[in-house]
């Protein structure tokens, strides 16, 4: 039943149940025995239940591990589908056999277990002397992802009708690029469906910590405990919908991942030291000196200076997106000028540095001067790529060099990037565009929910006021006893800490939307949490106009 959960995991199942079942099972039964044995008497009580949970998660955690495991590989091969089709495709463009293509494939680690699973594929073959379609069917029944079961289905019974191998992956562009379409948009509609869910709760949210502020009039009951609780569920609520929402979200990153250091690398990586210093000597100066500022302009001004790392992170963002919306125009032009010159790269490449590709021009210009050094081409390649910033760029930019390093017609590898890079850039813009409505959704959420809670605590200062030093009904003296040890700032600043904690969440959330760096966060963060301040004390002034 289990089969593929153990495959994927590289072991029996006689293997999981004596090195990783066995153990746990035993410590979770063990645990709890020991406990009762040596201290009883602490073993009564809400402890008793915690304990006699022990045993439970221990075994769930034995039965859902492989489960969990065979989800995290099915995940990391359809990611990175949409790649590996494109650079089955340009290497097919070489007329270099299926075996040999299966080889190059399985010896990029940027796959992750989707080379694995070619390796696989290559040493039934290699070694065991397995046929191409043997091989592959061997594999499809074993692999977790049926998107890459299917594939090897297809690609065996290719193998055995005789089809040309270029004439199955050009069809195969189509299918895999329909079926990466497919779960792209359905991610993105689960991410409407979720933001739904976190509008509605966060409502929700809002009456229960308002019920917080106003219950102790009612009932006497200590102010600052069912605060602290209410901040806790709250934020907590908060980070669970979060987390869903990034789970949710595609696997798709903006930047690039290679460690290679740009110059917009370290104008970021520089200015975060900075953005935290100058918080820290913000603080320590609003600490000493402003005690006429509200506490929560004070909060608001301290964290400001984050917003420079947040400035530059997202100045760089956006000049990522605009050269990857250039680079299908370039890799076409490459591609059929080299082939026009048969197949030269670097006579071509001279030509197209005197074209427009807007933003990407000036790193067109330098890859030309890198490759005309003929030190290394994948290096050239390499840095053109981290010079950009784009992840996508990195990815695809590196399938065309090795497509034409192996003898691949240059203009069909052209065709071939070209297509399947505005492809994805078309699903992009989608997701931007989600982000973007998100955007205005969070800011709105939070003015209002800024303004409810610090207009709720007003209303409780206000009432506060009024009945202190009054002779007041025995039923109401709960007010005046509240008046004498409750500290209305204090219950501001545990308010303006919550504000903090969901500007902090919503940032994070707005970033695992759109796929961005998580130093772009911090203009949101700022950015919530100085309309947070700005909604607590227009409310403050809107109480005191009632009075």
Request: hydrophobic residues 50%; contains cysteine.
């Amino acid at each position: 039943m289990l089969d593929k959960e153990f495959n994927c995991m590289d072991m029996t199942k006689e293997q999981y149940i004596l090195k990783f079942a066995l153990p746990i099972a035993s410590m979770g039964i063990i645990f709890p025995l020991i406990m009762l044995l040596i201290v009883p008497n602490l073993v009564s009580g809400i402890f008793l239940y915690v304990l006699l949970l022990v045993p439970v998660l221990c075994i769930g955690l034995v039965i859902f591990y492989p489960i969990s495991v065979m989800g995290g590989k099915k995940a990391e091969i359809e990611i990175n589908m949409h790649y590996y089709i494109t650079h089955m495709g340009v290497l097919a463009a070489s007329n270099m056999a299926r075996r040999e293509v299966i080889r190059l494939l399985s010896m990029h680690e940027a796959y992750g277990y989707l080379a694995t699973e070619n390796k696989k594929v290559y040493s039934l073959m290699n070694d065991w002397n397995l046929s191409l379609a043997q091989a592959c069917r061997f594999i499809a029944k074993r692999t977790p992802s049926p998107i890459f079961a299917d594939f090897l289905d297809r690609l065996a019974h290719s193998a055995e009708a005789g089809e040309p191998f270029e004439q199955f992956v050009w069809t195969e562009q189509k299918v895999v690029m329909n079926e990466f379409d497919t779960m792209y948009k359905k991610s993105l509609s689960e991410i409407q469906t979720t933001k739904e869910i976190f509008v509605a709760m966060m409502t929700a949210l809002i009456f229960l910590t308002s019920i917080s502020l106003v219950m102790p009039i009612i009932t006497g009951m200590e102010p600052y405990v069912l605060m602290a609780g209410s901040i806790v569920t709250f934020l907590g609520a908060e980070g669970i919908l979060v987390y869903v929402m990034k789970s949710k979200a595609p696997k798709d990153k903006i930047w690039h991942s290679l460690n290679i250091e740009t110059e917009a690398d370290r104008v970021i990586r520089m200015s975060f030291p900075i953005s935290i210093i100058g918080s820290t000597i913000l603080s320590i100066i609003l600490l000493l000196f402003g005690g006429a500022i509200p506490v929560t302009i004070m909060i608001a001004i301290a964290l400001s200076p984050l917003a420079i790392t947040g400035y530059y992170a997202r100045k760089e963002e956006e000049l990522i997106k605009r050269k990857d919306d250039n680079f299908s125009q370039f890799v076409r032009a490459l591609g059929s000028t080299a082939g026009a010159r048969g197949g030269i790269i670097r006579e071509s490449l001279r030509n197209l540095t005197y074209h427009d590709f807007g933003p990407l021009t000036s790193d067109v210009t330098d890859l030309y001067k890198r490759l005309e050094t003929r030190i290394n081409k994948y290096m050239s390649w390499n840095y053109f790529a981290a010079n950009t910033g784009s992840n996508l760029i990195e990815r695809f930019a590196m399938i065309f060099a090795e497509g034409i390093d192996k003898g691949g017609k240059p203009e069909v590898i052209g065709e071939i990037i070209g297509d399947n890079f505005m492809r994805i850039i078309s699903l992009r813009k989608l997701r931007y565009s989600l982000a973007q409505s998100l955007v205005g959704e969070v800011y709105g959420l939070t003015g209002g929910i800024a303004f409810t809670m610090f207009l709720t605590l007003g209303i409780v200062k206000m009432l506060i006021d009024i009945f202190t030093g009054m002779n007041v009904p025995a039923g109401m003296a709960s007010i005046v006893s509240l008046g004498n040890v409750v500290d209305i700032n204090l219950l501001a600043l545990f308010l303006m800490t919550m504000m903090v904690g969901h500007s902090l969440l919503c940032a994070l959330m707005i970033r695992a939307v759109d796929g961005g760096s998580v130093f772009n966060s911090y203009i949101h963060f700022v950015g919530n949490v100085w309309l947070s301040a700005f909604a607590a004390e227009i409310s403050f002034m809107a109480v005191v106009k009632l009075v």
